[in-house]
Nanobody, 121 residues
């Protein structure tokens, strides 16, 4: 499975961005697919994920109510709508996937290269 993110950029605090993640190589049915991020000097953290088949979702407390994850299996694509962005959301955002049910301890095997999101104050 190849994974390619897009949609990052520079935005002012309070603004919005929509990240996209396109999967290729095989369909993502019954995959857990999600977004992680890594800020400078910090460990990578899980942001949100979704079961591609059952639609179950998870959001980190820091993004609940502001970010929305969704997927379009017909297009093999996943999205992350980010609203009310804060400077602390600045990070490289990675798309990831694994052929598994979404569980809190899931460990993705397939990763994208990442897309930079910068939120200015």
């Amino acid at each position: 499975v190849q994974v390619v993110e897009s949609g990052g950029g520079l935005v002012q605090a309070g603004g919005s961005l929509r990240l996209s993640c396109e999967f290729s190589g095989r369909t993502i049915d019954e995959y857990c697919i999600g977004w992680f991020r890594q800020a400078p000097g910090k460990e990578r953290e899980g942001v949100s994920w979704i079961g591609s088949t059952d639609g179950s979702t998870y959001y980190a407390d820091s993004v609940k109510g502001r970010f929305t994850i969704s997927n379009d299996n017909a297009k093999n694509t996943m999205y992350l709508q980010m609203n009310s962005l804060k400077p602390e959301d600045t990070a490289v955002y990675f798309c990831a996937s694994e052929y598994t049910s979404c569980v809190p301890t899931w460990s993705p095997y397939y990763w994208g290269q990442g897309t930079q999101v910068t939120v200015s104050s």
